[in-house]
């Protein structure tokens, strides 16, 4: 069984297009990230959802949205795509409760590729 | 062989040998720390983490130390094997906020 799931694996698609990334988790926790890596694989926090409500949003273009329908699921969605947005895009799941709060458990990426 | 991560971010160690990975964290604040493999292709996975208020933690193969005096933590995996392959990131608990910062990672290549 998958604890994080991301949906496409891939995804190639023309400038200008506007395209979204669904994360699910079955593990039952409560907060919700979105990470883009680029090319030289560093890792940076886009957003996190704590029980559905916005908790970070660090400096990114509000061509991305992310939304949370349920505690289970955080996905994102990205308005008009640049070059600039080519990267691999992890969500991750986190619980703040138990031992290892804060531990976060990573889906396998979508590596986007902007044309 | 040994890193020092963002200097030296490609570690070539011999099957067999221990590695030594390293990583400067930038919060004095921080307050839980954890080691992350990433092999190619996929999601970090979590390898072992570390609270403030210890300077050592051991697992299977892996051992992690803090220095929070010069805000300096390290990874430590004995037998290296080939399946130790990866890039590996340390990440820091920002308090407050529950914010991991990931550092810049190392890639660690196991040559037979």
């Known amino acids: 069984d998958t604890a994080v799931s991301q949906t496409p694996k891939y995804l190639v698609t023309q400038m200008g297009n506007d395209k979204s990334i669904k994360c699910e988790q079955n593990?039952?926790?409560?907060?919700m990230y979105w990470y883009k890596q680029d090319s030289k694989k560093f890792l940076k926090i886009m957003f996190s959802y704590n029980n559905k409500e916005l908790i970070i949003n660090e400096t990114v273009p509000n061509r991305f949205s992310p939304k949370s329908p349920d505690k289970a699921h955080l996905n994102l969605h990205i308005n008009s795509l640049e070059l600039g947005d080519s990267a691999v895009y992890f969500c991750a799941s986190s619980s703040t409760a138990g031992f290892r709060s804060n531990e976060q458990f990573f889906g396998p990426g979508t590596r986007l590729t902007v044309l | 062989g040994e890193s020092v991560g963002l200097h030296l971010p490609t570690l070539s160690v011999q099957e067999g040998d221990n590695s030594i990975i390293n990583c400067a964290y930038s919060n004095s604040a921080s307050d839980y720390f954890i080691w992350y493999k990433q092999e190619s292709g996929k999601g970090p996975q979590f390898i072992i983490d570390i609270r403030s208020n210890m300077d050592k933690r051991q697992g299977q193969r892996v051992t992690v130390l803090l220095n929070k005096t010069v805000k300096h933590l390290s990874l430590q995996i004995a037998a290296t094997q080939p399946g130790d392959s990866a890039v590996y990131f340390c990440a820091e608990n920002y308090p407050n906020g529950g914010k991991l910062q990931f550092g810049a990672g190392t890639q660690v290549v196991v040559t037979p």
């Open positions: 593990l039952g926790h409560d907060t």
